[in-house]
Structures are given as structure tokens and as C-alpha cells.
């Protein structure tokens, strides 16, 4: 296909940005990128795909991602974090059956993909979930993917004791090993779009023992390691008060960071902390509305920038999020830094978008492959149409982008050389029928679970 007559804004080391350009794709790569003349007079037969007006940038990365959230959406609003897991998210979860799983999972990989998703990486998939069908969902609907199995072997939350609803308790066994054989069956499958990682539990849900045992596997057979840590006050408290460490030096301890590594949230870390990250090469997934909306704190993201650790970011769940939308989640990654430290300056638009893409592909070993438009990456790239009234005018697209566009701008979205979103619709899965499926497994959970949700004001 040819793209044409687009503003292409590329994400390549130089951070080119293209008036009036075009992109070349051949199978699922990139093979040209110039301005629109030259391009239709190199390829005069192919198929072009006119999208005047319109930006074009590379697919977003989500680095953070419960795919079984999506189905409980809005669950425990307003309520704080331990309460929020052990009161609600975890007993609606405990309650999934493999079908749940499934039609979470494309629910939530529809939402990503219509607002611009391209790749995301699943950070903790229970047994009961059923990780088949998750990963035949990521096949089905095109979207690239690296889904991390769960691995734990105590049924416990930081400080809080016996807090792990039974139905989500795993032992070493069936998680560990389970992740091992998802890794042998679904390493590389749907033409290498599926790549199956580790997705440990917070310390307190993991021994020491299994943490180190699981590290060593990951490095023997080259797979990423994704884990929450420092998300809130007590991770920091239960770390140092059982081991004497903090978050990261007790994770370096067992094995766990380097560049294969991807922390998310670390809100509660000091600048020792910080250097160890960056001495390691280990990625952080930057989650801004869900520590937000839970009251966990602000991820030191200036900090991070200062001593070079790489920040990706992420949209994290349903309950904690409300949805899985990477443009929506880059204002407020911009403006939330601005506003505590009093400086307007310290993370501009640039950087948060850098972060949802470029930064993101790093993150999971992959910025050879997406992350930017280049000749020779995989076509992975997404139409914006910001001819909108809340995105005109727009002197700098970039900022337009990040501080007034939303996921509700995307055009077109195409994975691995495939159109899977074109006009604002899904190709590659039944939107409707989507949605119905949702809302009759969402209210089998909830009756399952023995919750029921109701608003705060009177209904009448």
C-alpha cells in the first residue's frame, strides 16, 4: 500500500517530521518514506490509500495492560487501593471462567486498537483466564502482543495478610510451569506477533526462592520479565521492614532487573533507586491516570529522565483506569509533572510522545522492529484525523496530539502491514457483537462474585 499526502511524523533518531509525505509498504514492512510526488512516481501500481490532511505516526505502545479488566470497568471507583483489590477486582476476577477471559481480552484489544494501539504488553495473566484463548484473540484481531503469564506462590498483598481471593491463587506449579509451556506453544506465533513473557506478583505474593528460580529461566531462555513494584506506600514499607531493602535494591537482589525487564508504576523509590534502574538498563512503564485515580502517588518521572532510565508508558486496567486510550493517557503523563514540580518546561509534549512509542519499543526489546516510521520496521502505523474542532488550530502537531486529540481521532490503524481499523471502523472484529458479549459475561461475574454496583445518587 501507499499512504499519501500526510503529515508523517516519523520518531526517527532525527525526529523527522514529513509535509505532504508518504509511506511505502510492502507484506509488513516499511520500504519507503519520501514526499508524496516522489513516492507515486517510484510506485505508480500500487494501492494508495489518500489520507490528505490526516497525520500519520507509528503504532502506540502500551506498556501496561490487564486485558481481563476490561470486563469489570467502573467496579471500584473512587475506593483505595487495597480495598479497591481486595473488596472488588479480586473477587469479580477470582470469578472468571476461560470464556470471561476471552471476551475481556477482545474487548479491551478492540478499545486499543481503535484509539491507536498498535502493540501492548498484558502484564499478569491468571491460569484461570485461560491464555489460549487470549492469545487466539490477539491472533484473531491482528494486534501485536506480549502477554506475561503470572507467577506466585503465596496468596498475600505486601502488608495485608490472607488478602488474595482463592479463586486467583496460584502455586508454583501451575504458574511457573504454566508460563513455560504458554512460552513453548505461543513464542513467535500469529507471524511473530505473539511473544509470551513473565508476569510475576508484587513481592509478598512471591517467595524469594521463585523469584530468583523464574529470573534464572527468563535469562536461559531470553524472555522479558514484567512485575508492579512500588506502586504504593506499603510495597516500600513491607520490603524494608522484612528484608531492611527498598523496592529496587530487594528486586535487584532476586534477580529481576536489566533490559529485559519492564517495572511498572514505581512511585516510591529514592534517587539511589533511580541510579540502580538506570545502571541495569531496566525499563519503567509509567501509568499516570491509574496512580491517580487510586491515590498511589506520582512516579518520579523528571528523576528518571535526569539519569537516563527509560520510560515507557501505560493505560493499566478498567477498574483503575476506565479505559485504554495511550492518547488520552499521554496529556495527563504531560501536564501531572508540570503541576508538581511547578515547571511548565519538565516534560514537554516530545518526551511523553516519545515515551507511547519509541520508548515503549525499547522497553520490550523491539525498537529494531516498531516504535518509528523506518525503512526496513515493521508497518505498524496509525492515520489521525485532527481535523476536528477541539484540535483546530494546530500550529505544532505534536502538541495538538498529545494535549487536545484523543483516541476518538484515529482514522486508520494498520499492524504488521495489515489494515485492521479503517474510517474509525474495526476490520478484523465485530465491534457489536463485541460489545453484547461484554455486557452478558459482565453480568454472569458480577452475579458469580456477589457484587452489585450501584450509583451513589438515588435511581428512580
Known sequence: MLFTNATVITMNPQRDIINNGAI???????????KTPVLRERYPLEEVVDVSGKVIIPGLIDTHVHLAQALIRGCADDMALIQWLCDRVWVLQGNYTHDDGYVSARLCIAEMLKSGTTTFLESMLAHRYGFDGIAQAVTESGIRACLAGIV?????????ESSMHPGLIESRETSLRGVLDMHSKWQGAANDRIHVWFGPRTPGGVTSELYREMSDLARQRDMGITMHLAEVEADKIFLNEKYGLSPVL????VGLLGPKTVLVHMVWLTEEDVKHLAATGTHVSHNPSSNSKLASG???????????????LGCDGGPSNNDYDMIREMKLAAIIHKAVTYDPLIVPAETVLEMATINGARALGLEQEIGSLEIGKKADLVVVDLDRLHTTPSPNLVSTLVYAATGGEVDTVVVDGKVVVKEGQLLSMDEKEI??????????VYRRAGIEIHSRWPMK
Request: net charge neutral; with cysteine; aromatic share 4%.
Open 435 to 444: 460489545k453484547r458479549q461484554a455486557r452478558e459475561h459482565a453480568t454472569q
Open 250 to 253: 530487594y528486586a535487584e537482589s
Open 298 to 312: 506520582i512516579c518520579k518521572v523528571p528523576l528518571m529522565l535526569e539519569h537516563g532510565v527509560n520510560i515507557a
Open 152 to 160: 506466585m506462590d503465596i496468596g498475600t498483598y505486601a502488608t495485608q
Open 24 to 34: 511505502a509498504t510492502q507484506g509488513n514492512r516499511i520500504v519507503a518514506i519520501d
